[in-house]
């Protein structure tokens, strides 16, 4: 089955008298390239087991089962139910409405690897993925579009702008970069914003790596401030604790790199 268009997005819309929700950042995948793009680079075949988030319409879902996967489909706007189902019907898709966000994805998916290919509704981009790399180690790799500067700032490197917590919490639990851009156009309706999908394959987190998620958390919630003052609530003595990793103490939040945390972690 052929991705949906603009006009038979429009269709299945309007013959179910419903609408994109703003509130939910709905903003449906109308481009049959992309779309066959986004399964291309996830390799999903046969065999594959995917969780999708933001199920939408369907244009993608419909992509990933036709292409042989197993699909886990969540959405959250049950008002979507008969055009999901309606797309759906005859392939291999269990569809979810609830919430992804409350859901345990660790435990509701079933036994083996599983890949995340999703265009994610712009409001839980970030904490969906970084969520589930903390927590859903079923998942082994992800491909997701994300905001383009979301997206930017999962691989951002120390000492730029859009380094910050999400780019320590990816760089400590998996590797991987902006695969490809994606403009406003080829949604409806279309964003303000430009697009990008993101490739994250999990890697084996150091045993250390939630300390020192939490001391990057406690710097970058004040990353305005050196190193001794934002977490001099953490440490006994920030000072010697940051001069025994060689750690300067008047460096910023944003001139660590997800190892030096781990150092500061096993201080």
């Given at each position: 089955m052929s991705a949906q268009t603009r006009s038979e997005i429009s269709d299945l819309l309007r013959r179910h008298g419903l609408a994109p929700a703003h509130r939910l950042g709905q903003h449906f995948l109308a481009d049959a390239n992309i779309t066959r793009k986004i399964v291309s680079t996830a390799e999903v075949g046969p065999g594959s087991q995917v969780v999708e988030v933001g199920a939408g319409t369907g244009t993608l879902t419909v992509a990933l089962a036709s292409a042989g996967a197993h699909v886990v489909a969540y959405e959250i706007d049950g008002g979507l139910r008969p055009v999901l189902e309606e797309v759906t019907a005859g392939l291999d898709v269990e569809l979810r409405f609830e919430d992804a966000m409350r859901a345990d994805l660790e435990k509701d998916l079933g036994e083996g690897d599983w890949s995340m290919v999703a265009n994610l509704p712009y409001n839980v981009g970030t904490p969906l993925i970084l969520d589930a790399l903390r927590s859903?180690?079923?998942i082994a790799t992800f491909v997701v579009m994300l905001q383009r500067e979301v997206a930017q700032r999962l691989f951002a490197s120390p000492g730029t702008a859009n380094y910050g917590l999400p780019s320590v919490v990816a760089g400590l639990y998996a590797r991987g970069s902006v695969a490809f851009s994606v403009p406003p156009q080829v949604f409806l309706p279309a964003p303000r914003v430009g697009s990008a999908v993101a490739v994250l394959h999990r890697v084996d987190p150091a045993p250390d790596a939630e300390r020192a998620i939490e001391l990057a958390s406690a710097a970058f919630g004040q990353r305005r401030k050196m190193l001794r003052k934002s977490l001099?609530?953490?440490?006994?003595?920030?000072?010697?604790?940051?001069?025994a990793c060689g750690i300067d103490p008047t460096r910023r939040a944003e001139d660590l790199t997800p190892e030096d945390y781990l150092r500061l972690a096993r201080a």
């Open positions: 859903a180690p079923r001099d609530e953490v440490f006994q003595d920030s000072i010697s604790a940051l001069a």
